[in-house]
């Protein structure tokens, strides 16, 4: 296993929800840290994004504008009930859109219950807003303060689900999972051709934990940066977490990555055909330049092919 440090956080929450550090705590630690392009995602609401927008730009950083919203799981799937939910994060989207969107939920809820859209109807507000929608955590279900983590088969049932509903990635790097489960997501991620993200889930909670002692675990969720743990990277693993967000920005994602040479910098799942682009580099005196971006159409029941395009011993039949 390779540790890289990461320099994306794309999970990270603000005092506009459940953590503990204004949007100006927060990026002041994430400029210390070293971390250049971040997402503020709150519970529910985007009021952080507006202050950390303005505090990204002084301080020379890449801001994505985020939320986590809250879903349902639904009709007893994976075993179950309504009142067991995931979480659905939002990428790049429009602010006035989602805000009416968020709107939209509040005036659903009742005196009594706060209305809580299912998967799909998650997935569908982050595309209304133009928003890319990821996986959160994709080990863990949620009921109230009650955290599960699911068994690897679960997850793997739950994907289809996901997937069924649109989604555009999953979060594979997150700092509370074991590099063995970290393998597995990644694993998933490659093979249906989904984004693979990093986030920390940052709160630096400050719970009294006399009084809630089922939080005591929220400290380990109280790192704004970490190191990724790159599962078969010396196999030729491809491991692109910043890919989102050159997709989001259009900004090279080398400089947010890890540095292996395999690269697949944007990749789409579509029922029956899948679809990725592979950048090519110029060799030679300027192998950091990007030389240009290949499209690549291949059915579904084709695997990817096992080459790399930046490998100087592929041959030109293997390449075309």
């Given amino acids: 296993m390779t540790n890289h440090p990461t320099t994306i956080n794309l999970h990270i929450h603000t005092t506009h929800s459940d953590g503990s550090n204004t949007p100006a705590e927060i990026v002041a630690m994430l400029k210390e840290a070293g971390v250049t392009a971040f997402s503020i995602t709150d519970h529910d609401t985007v009021e952080g994004n507006v202050e950390a927008a ?47 969107k968020l ?38 279900v949620m009921s109230g303060r009650s955290r599960l983590t699911l068994s690897e088969e679960q997850v793997y049932k739950l994907l289809f689900k996901m997937i069924d509903s649109g989604i555009n990635g999953m979060e594979v790097y997150y700092q509370q999972y074991t590099p063995q489960q970290i393998e597995l997501l990644n694993t998933h991620a490659q093979s249906y051709y989904l984004y693979p993200t990093v986030g920390t889930d940052y709160h630096n909670f400050r719970w009294d934990t ?55 910098s944007d990749s789409v799942f579509h029922p029956g055909l899948h679809f990725w682009v592979m950048c090519r580099k110029k060799m030679g005196n300027h192998g950091h330049q990007i030389l240009a971006y290949s499209l690549s159409f291949w059915p579904s029941h084709v695997e990817r092919p096992d080459w790399c395009p930046l490998k100087e011993d592929n041959s030109q039949e293997e390449r075309t």
């Avoid at 994976?78 to 067991?84: H, K, R």
């Avoid at 969720?221 to 491991?239: C, K, N, P, S």
């Fill in 54 to 100: 303005v505090l990204a730009k002084e301080h020379g950083l890449t801001h994505i504008n985020g939320i986590e919203i809250s879903c349902r799981v639904g009709n007893n799937a994976i075993g179950f009930d309504e009142s067991w939910g995931v979480h659905i994060l939002g990428y790049g989207f429009d602010m006035d859109k989602m805000r009416l």
């Fill in 103 to 140: 709107a939209e939920l509040e005036s659903k809820s009742s005196p009594t219950a706060k209305y809580t859209p299912t998967i799909g109807e998650g997935v569908g507000i982050i595309y209304a807003c133009g928003g890319l929608a990821v996986w959160a955590h994709p080990f863990d």
């Fill in 210 to 264: 006399s009084k809630h002692p089922e939080l005591k675990t929220a400290a380990t969720r109280a790192t704004i940066a970490f190191d990724v743990d790159v599962a078969g990277l010396e196999q030729g693993g491809i491991i692109r977490p910043g890919a989102i967000i050159r997709r989001i920005t259009g900004a090279d994602d080398d400089i947010y990555c890890d540095k292996c040479e395999h690269i697949c």
